[in-house]
């Protein structure tokens, strides 16, 4: 026969004592897993409501008369008038009998509560009491989410504290604006911070002209893919092997004006600068009154207007058109004699040449320069100009001269 525990001990010296047997009974009262060795049942025993735990070994080894069973102080709210414990859910006291599950939770409460009370299916209720997956009622649940919250409100009111720190509040002032002369000169002396970012996306980037718009009131889902189908049959026409899929986007420069006299140019986006220049290599052989022209920063597109304002000039005083010859987007070559070089946007003519007038006859070199419009009537750049002024680079970059 088992020997009978000492009630006045702790309660798992009382468990230790006692055989693997009379474990089991015990377990077996409290709806515990009897399986494992002798040690597990203990830590099992262990996790059990104390109260609970010792009704059921004072009901297998009735203890000494002096002896009472006192319910252990945190072991949930005791509603029943006498020392069982009770569900906090259902009120009603655990009766210990076999078949009874129950669980109790971990966390600040350490109350007991029905398996159906804690919301446990028998598949769930058997994972957790297999495991050391702590369980917490919704009571407890609730009040650890609370807590987070005024945690998190907390910091983010010393977090909003510190911002208003750190900027002040501007006190009401009349503002200072400065004159527009000190504007200009400051525009004139600092470079714009897109021109250097927007030059290697301009690589990608072809400019036609002369392509015909939608009428005023379309779409513009309808106007885009109107451009798009006459870029593709322009850029079919080159048979230069660029496809539409290498197309990848477009838009029109400038802003629509009923009275322009000529459509606005469009500016092409393509996928390849391998792209760029197979059409640039083809576009002499477009047919007017369309243009191609490559995509230049704003002091380039000002070199390019001074050298075919110099180009036209030549070719009205008389000069043969094959003569001309422009190149490094800067120089003017007449019968492969420097003609003169554009800086910024002034032309200075080469001090070899002397005498500005040419024998009007003389075509032994043809042109051979990419940059010379094959359709001078319809390039928009070959209009006459008589001042180039730079562009500022605070201004609004545009690919038209009108």
């Given at each position: 026969m088992a020997s009978r525990p000492d009630h006045t001990g702790s309660m798992v010296e009382n468990l230790t004592k006692l055989k693997l047997t009379d474990l089991k009974q015990v377990a077996k009262r409290l709806s515990v897993d009897t399986k494992g060795s002798k040690t597990e049942l203990v830590l099992r025993l262990e996790r059990c409501d104390q109260a609970a735990l010792s009704q059921a070994m004072s009901s297998l080894f009735p203890p000494a008369p002096k002896a009472a069973t006192i319910p252990p102080t945190g072991?949930?709210?005791?509603?029943?008038?006498?020392?069982?414990?009770?569900?906090?859910?259902?009120?009603?006291?655990?009766?210990?009998?076999?078949?009874?599950e129950s669980i109790q939770c971990e966390g600040a409460c350490k109350a007991w509560l029905h398996r159906c009370c804690a919301g446990l299916t028998k598949s769930?209720?058997?994972?957790?009491?297999?495991?050391?997956?702590?369980?917490?009622?919704?009571?407890?649940?609730?009040?650890?989410?609370e807590d987070q919250i005024l945690t998190l409100q907390s910091q983010v009111t010393t977090l909003t504290n510190r911002l208003d720190?750190?900027?002040?509040?501007?006190?009401?002032?009349?503002?200072?604006?400065?004159?527009?002369?000190?504007?200009?000169?400051s525009h004139s002396s600092i470079p714009h911070p897109s021109q250097d970012s927007s030059t290697s996306k301009r690589k990608f980037n072809v400019v036609l002209y002369g392509?015909?718009?939608c009428p005023e009131g379309m779409p513009r889902h309808q106007r885009i893919l109107n451009d798009l189908e006459k870029i593709q049959t322009i850029i079919s026409s080159l048979d230069c092997?660029?496809?539409?899929?290498?197309?990848?986007d477009c838009l029109r420069l400038g802003k629509y004006s009923v009275s322009r006299p000529k459509p606005r140019p469009l500016l092409v986006h393509l996928n390849r600068v391998s792209d760029v220049q197979a059409i640039l290599s083809k576009r002499s052989s477009v047919p007017p009154p369309h243009v191609i022209r490559p995509d230049l920063p704003p002091s380039l597109r000002t070199?390019?207007?001074?050298?075919?304002?110099?180009?036209?000039?030549?070719?009205?005083?008389?000069?043969?058109?094959?003569?001309?010859?422009?190149?490094?987007?800067?120089?003017?070559?007449?019968?492969?004699?420097?003609?003169?070089?554009v800086s910024g946007s002034e032309f200075t003519r080469s001090s070899v040449n002397g005498d500005t007038s040419l024998d009007p006859g003389d075509e032994s070199s043809p042109d051979l320069s990419a940059d010379n419009d094959p359709h001078p009537g319809n390039n928009p750049n070959s209009l006459p100009v008589i001042t180039v002024s730079p562009r500022s680079p605070g201004s609004p970059a545009s690919h038209s001269d009108d």
């Open positions: 072991a949930g709210p005791q509603r029943s008038t006498n020392s069982i414990p009770a569900c906090p859910v259902c009120d009603k006291p655990f009766t210990h009998k076999s078949g009874e769930e209720f058997g994972l957790l009491s297999q495991s050391s997956v702590p369980f917490f009622c919704v009571r407890c649940r609730l009040k650890s989410a720190a750190l900027n002040p509040p501007v006190q009401n002032s009349s503002p200072v604006f400065p004159s527009p002369d000190s504007n200009r000169v392509i015909s718009e092997a660029v496809n539409s899929h290498s197309i990848r070199q390019e207007r001074v050298l075919l304002h110099e180009r036209k000039s030549l070719i009205e005083s008389g000069v043969s058109r094959q003569s001309i010859k422009i190149k490094d987007s800067s120089k003017i070559y007449v019968d492969n004699t420097l003609w003169g070089s």
